[in-house]
């Protein structure tokens, strides 16, 4: 059963879980977890919370957290593709895509995206339309616009 813990941060109070020692969730404020729980606070979920904040500060880039990446072998490559845009930049579906070895699965990147359960940690945020319009987002469109222009700013 996974650990679920309530933390504030910048972006409003979010939900940090983690199972056997690998973080597998986060919630956005106002979303409710689909998954059993218990209400604890372990260590893992203490530092999930200070790499946020130090994220949230500006002063943290990259995170270094054991995560669990659970999920059919497309979506776990581009989650893995997702960790890989540098900070402050972002990507396009398209180049996602032909990153994992699908040119033309644009849209199956966006399904990826939106099965994503550790958003910012996993920044599906960094990855935009070709045309460079935000696209979509699981938190909503002026979430993803907060976190690249935090970014930008700290980069």
Not at 18 to 35: K, M, V
Not at 92 to 109: L, M
Not at 113 to 121: E, H, V
Request: net charge positive; aromatic share 10%.
């Amino acid at each position: 059963m996974k650990s679920l813990w309530f933390c504030d941060t910048a972006i409003g109070k979010i939900g940090i879980a983690e199972e056997n020692g690998e973080l597998t969730d986060i919630l956005y404020p106002g979303e409710n977890p689909d998954f059993d729980y218990t209400y604890k606070e372990t260590p893992l979920i203490k530092e999930a919370h200070k790499q946020l904040s130090e994220y949230f500060n500006g002063e943290r880039k990259k995170f270094d957290l054991p995560l669990r990446i659970d999920g059919p072998p497309f979506q776990t490559k581009v989650w893995n593709a997702l960790m890989e845009i540098p900070y402050g930049e972002t990507r396009s579906y398209k180049d996602i895509a032909v990153r994992v070895g699908n040119p033309s699965g644009s849209r199956a990147v966006g399904c990826a995206n939106g099965k994503n359960r550790l958003p910012i940690i996993i920044p599906c945020h960094r990855v935009i339309a070709a045309d460079g319009t935000p696209g979509g987002y699981g938190g909503g469109l002026n979430m993803k616009k907060f976190l690249l222009n935090l970014e930008i700013k700290h980069r």
